[in-house]
């Protein structure tokens, strides 16, 4: 709620009057934007309120936070590699080659974790973050703290990992 408030001032200066109107506008304090949502608020909400908008809000900055860290990590270990190609010692070449494995092997896992960080934003984007992929029942608030990008459910999970054993097993 705004109101403003006009203000008349006279004034004079050398023999000659002025008077000047000034608008004050003032706004109500009860309308301030509200605080972030921290964990804690985010724990202590209903059951009842699962993935309400500040629930979205809260996981919605939390992945991009983790968004921009793995980014500006992906960025720092490729010029870390154009680094060391220009660099390169003939005599260190195998301990170099087998570094430069390892930091593929970490940019491609990074890249993974990046790809489902945009997975997760667009399943918020449509209202479906936080609900299990495979049964539509909560993920968790609990799992999506640990996990943010997760799509399934601790049960769905489990499932998941024992046919991927039972595959492997035979």
């Given at each position: 709620?705004?109101?403003?408030i006009a203000l008349f001032v006279e004034a004079s200066?050398?023999?000659?009057?002025?008077?000047?109107?000034?608008?004050?506008?003032?706004?109500?304090?009860?309308?301030?934007?509200?605080?972030?949502?921290?964990?804690?608020?985010?724990?202590?909400?209903?059951?009842?309120?699962?993935?309400?908008?500040?629930?979205?809000?809260?996981?919605?900055?939390?992945?991009?936070?983790?968004?921009?860290?793995?980014?500006?990590?992906?960025?720092?270990?490729?010029?870390?590699?154009?680094?060391?190609?220009?660099?390169?010692?003939?005599?260190?070449?195998?301990?170099?080659?087998?570094?430069?494995?390892?930091?593929?092997?970490?940019?491609?896992?990074?890249?993974?974790?990046?790809?489902?960080?945009?997975?997760?934003?667009?399943?918020?984007?449509?209202?479906?973050?936080?609900?299990?992929?495979?049964?539509?029942?909560?993920?968790?608030?609990?799992?999506?703290?640990?996990?943010?990008?997760?799509?399934?459910?601790?049960?769905?999970?489990?499932?998941?990992?024992?046919?991927?054993?039972?595959?492997?097993?035979?």
């Amino acid at each position: 709620m705004r109101s403003s408030i006009a203000l008349f001032v006279e004034a004079s200066k050398g023999g000659l009057a002025y008077l000047y109107c000034y608008t004050i506008t003032l706004k109500n304090s009860l309308t301030r934007e509200p605080l972030p949502m921290t964990e804690q608020d985010l724990l202590t909400q209903p059951p009842a309120d699962y993935m309400n908008e500040a629930q979205h809000g809260f996981f919605r900055e939390l992945l991009l936070a983790q968004r921009t860290e793995l980014q500006a990590r992906i960025e720092g270990e490729f010029l870390v590699l154009r680094e060391q190609e220009t660099n390169s010692d003939p005599a260190d070449v195998g301990s170099a080659e087998e570094q430069r494995q390892w930091q593929l092997r970490l940019l491609e896992r990074e890249k993974k974790l990046l790809d489902k960080i945009d997975d997760a934003l667009e399943l918020l984007a449509r209202g479906e973050y936080g609900w299990c992929r495979e049964t539509g029942e909560p993920i968790g608030l609990q799992r999506l703290l640990l996990r943010p990008t997760a799509t399934l459910c601790i049960e769905a999970k489990e499932r998941e990992e024992l046919r991927e054993r039972h595959k492997r097993a035979i």
